[in-house]
T-cell receptor, first 111, second 118 residues
């Protein structure tokens, strides 16, 4: 089982749609969780951290289920500018802050 | 705040030559820097972790004699790809974590260096 596994995608949605990304991780001792976005040929940029109680930032909502080792990201009212690859990222306990990246899910929002 | 730069942003070199990539933290002191490599349509893969003033820790399968890492100051780490070959062509990205940044595992990424070996 891969350490971090994401929906393979790609996702193509119209503007205004709601889209959800799913991610599972294998290391139950993981302690920090993030969603990053990566535009084509660019570096990853932190979108949001994921907290146990779930958290929201504008149109973006992240959820964490430790029992199921599952993380999700919901984007509401998607914009053209949301088109990017979304990376699920996990920091295992005791890893000295190393991050483990999922392969990413490509999202294209169409006009 | 928390800006990380990389230089060069892209480089083309001939097989057998060495290439040095610099990673700088511009507005904070980076106690730890990470070097990643990303092949097309693949995930970022951690190559090594470097702490200022000590030897880098390499991930399994990464040749330390081929990928030389130096983290001599709190604002600069360098990655030298020695005797580069076409299979080393990739997108190399550094990230940094350090003093004054939010606690936890958040890392700040440089813009990456695209290496093409001909």
């Amino acid at each position: 089982r891969k350490e971090v596994e994401q929906d393979p995608g790609p996702f193509n949605v119209p503007e205004g749609a709601t889209v959800a990304f799913n991610c599972t991780y294998s290391n139950s001792a993981s302690q920090s969780f993030f969603w990053y976005r990566q535009d084509c040929r660019k570096e990853p940029k932190l979108l949001m951290s994921v907290y146990s109680s779930g958290n929201e930032d504008g149109r973006f909502t992240a959820q964490l289920n430790r029992a199921s080792q599952y993380i999700s990201l919901l984007i509401r009212d998607s914009k053209l500018s949301d088109s990017a690859t979304y990376l699920c990222v996990v920091n295992p306990l005791g890893s000295n802050y190393k991050l483990t990246f999922g392969k990413g899910t490509l999202l294209t929002v169409n006009p | 705040g928390a800006v990380v730069s990389q230089h060069p942003s892209w480089v083309i070199c001939k097989s057998g030559t060495s290439v040095k990539i610099e990673c700088r933290s511009l507005d904070f002191q980076a106690t730890t820097m990470f070097w990643y490599r990303q092949f097309p349509k693949q995930s970022l893969m951690l190559m090594a972790t470097s702490n200022e003033g000590s030897k880098a820790t390499y991930e399994q399968g990464v040749e330390k004699d081929k990928f030389l890492i130096n983290h001599a100051s709190l604002t600069l780490s360098t990655l030298t790809v020695t005797s580069a070959h076409p299979e080393d062509s990739s997108f190399y990205i550094c990230s940094a974590k350090g003093l004054g940044l939010p606690f936890g595992a958040e890392q700040y990424f440089g813009p990456g260096t695209r290496l093409t070996v001909t």
